[in-house]
């Protein structure tokens, strides 16, 4: 079982590396963004453990370049970022798990075994609807090659109207996949925010990707409009 280290801390990351090895692992340090994208890159491991905080290229940019480069390895973010948003982050990104510091280290071990029991996973393949693409790793949606700015709402409207392209869906359950299952305000958000996105991915092409179907709910075109 191999694991790359990534952390600028060396103390830490010697103890780690000993903690690991003796615990049959085979282990390899890197302490700085860079190193860490070509080890990972050059090299074969069954995980990563990558710090957020590093010089030459920090955690987000490394774990964005490896899953944009296809490079599918389960990566186990150590950090002392312990904000909702700084995981957010990092899971949109590709990240497989996230443990803060301090933290327990025989519950590094259990979540490494884990990640490596799994394998890494198939990741999204891009979503397409004649030219309109929605790339999930890299969170981009293009038409015709353009490259369209969502918001993050609209950009998971989008993306779920695309899982359900060709279907009707509801109102309640745009809600409950998009929103919250708990959502208890106005559910005619769901109509403004398909006007948003019909503005930014229909209007400037002339399409109609989204329908509108009387009395149900929406559809998105499998054409694309």
């Known amino acids: 079982m191999r694991v790359l280290i990534v952390d600028d801390e060396r103390p830490l990351a010697e103890t780690i590396r000993r903690g690991l090895t003796d615990e049959g692992f085979v282990v ?26 590093l010089p030459r ?8 370049e490896l899953r944009r480069r296809e490079i599918w390895t ?18 949109d990104l590709g990240a497989d798990d996230y443990l803060t510091k301090p ?13 490596i029991r799994r394998g890494a996973p198939e990741r999204p393949v891009v979503l397409a609807c004649g030219d309109l693409t929605l790339d999930p790793v890299r969170r981009r949606v293009e038409r015709a090659g353009n490259e369209i700015s ?8 989008l993306e779920f109207l695309m899982q359900h392209k060709g279907d009707v869906v509801t109102k309640s359950e745009i809600l ?10 106005d559910p005619n958000v769901v109509e403004v925010y398909i006007r ?10 002339e399409r109609r990707a989204i329908e509108t179907v009387r009395g149900m709910g929406y559809r998105l075109s499998t054409t694309g409009g």
């Open 28 to 53: 390899e340090v890197a302490h700085n963004g860079q190193d860490a994208l070509w080890a990972a890159t050059e090299k074969r491991f069954d995980a990563v453990v990558l710090d957020i905080m």
């Open 57 to 64: 290229g920090n955690g987000y940019q490394v774990l964005a």
């Open 74 to 91: 389960p990566v186990l973010m150590l950090t002392a970022k312990d904000g909702d948003y700084d995981q957010t982050d990092a899971f």
């Open 103 to 115: 933290f327990s280290f025989i519950v590094l071990v259990a979540r490494l075994r884990a990640l």
């Open 150 to 157: 969502l918001t993050p709402r609209e950009y998971g409207l």
């Open 176 to 185: 409950e996949g998009v929103w919250d299952p708990a959502f208890d305000g």
């Open 196 to 205: 948003y996105l019909r503005r930014k991915i229909d209007a400037p092409f």
